[in-house]
């Protein structure tokens, strides 16, 4: 039991610094930095969307309170939309906005796991999701997953059943994937679900790149009839409409679930930021074209970064993931190597912070700086990476 000046054991070990130690290197350095290590963008959110296009004359109390639930048309927009994209009709009960995804997840967990319980998080992952884990008290279990996909032999299903513990609770699966910018194929799904069912698992899905998919339309796990009973689904509009500071998610899933959610952001969050409900509202109302504009621009994007460093074109997203080994230097490791991209100008996020058999790995936004600054950084990278790089007229 903490007492002072201890602290929560559940806290203990959790850093501020989760995507680059190396900030205060940059900061220190001056000049040039892009700064590639944080999934952000360059771009705002549509117009009627954005902070100073809600007005009080319009909408009276403003500044109060939103329902625990979400502002009514921000829940209507959401039905709207998942109704247009997937033809499914949500139960509306089933619906709970969340001031962003992060803290809806850390409200899933909360719900749904005690401390104590086991999550599996097939990896690399979204850096953020361990510690949402730690600090619910549950035992991240990580299970190397998304690089291994296209290893001869790698068997999805046998690698998360070998994870499996009586502990094991849930399993954390997000696709469209940060931080390797892949889909994941049906088939690897059909074994979360399998593994899911047999252990009697909730399955947490993060959808938060579910727009920025650049090839073939990818169904939802929510969507299927094997995982719909036991799926809550994660969304944000920080991904999709440029909106991460508006702190404006939503989460739907089964009906006790549903309930046991809402009641936690009761006594959490209560309401996410009532102006931003309602510009989230007008974004997935009025923003289909600039969504439009925004995936042919990431995916421009994605692509010269990939071509830079010789990976495929990502499906969907905003990362990138490499495996840095290749280009130590003798005797360098994973700290060294990021010094010498960030001392020629470039932040990248250490692999580690996406999973604990990443040691040798990188990752990249491509959405954090606008295309001639993305461009320069690039060349900058291939520099240090001893790569032919890009040329702007590529572009
Ligand atoms: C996979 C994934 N899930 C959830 C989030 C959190 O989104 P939000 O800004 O809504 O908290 C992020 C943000 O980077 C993410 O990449």
Known sequence: MPRHPSLSAATAGLSADVYSALAERARRRGGTIHPLHVGDTYLDPPEGARAEAQRTAEHPRLHNYAPVQGEPALLAAIRRRLAGRYGHDLDPACLQVVPGATTGLALVLAALLDPGDELLLPSPFWPLIRGLATTRGCAPVEVPFFTRLGEPGFDPEAALEAAVTPRTAAVYVNTPHNPTGRILPEPVVDAVARVARRHDLWVLADDAYEELVYGQPHRPLWLRADLADRTVASHTLSKSYAFAGGRVGFVHGPPDAMRAIRGVQVFNAYCAPRPMQLGAARALEEGDAWLAETRRLYARAGAEAAAALGLPAPEAGTFLFLDAAPYFLPGEGLPGFLERCLDAGVLLTPGPAAG??????????????????????????????????VSRSDR
């Open 356 to 389: 604990r058999d990443y040691g040798t790995w990188v990752r990249l936004c491509f959405t954090a700086v606008p295309p001639a600054e993305l461009t320069d950084a690039l060349g900058r990278l291939a520099r240090v990476l001893g790569r032919s790089g």
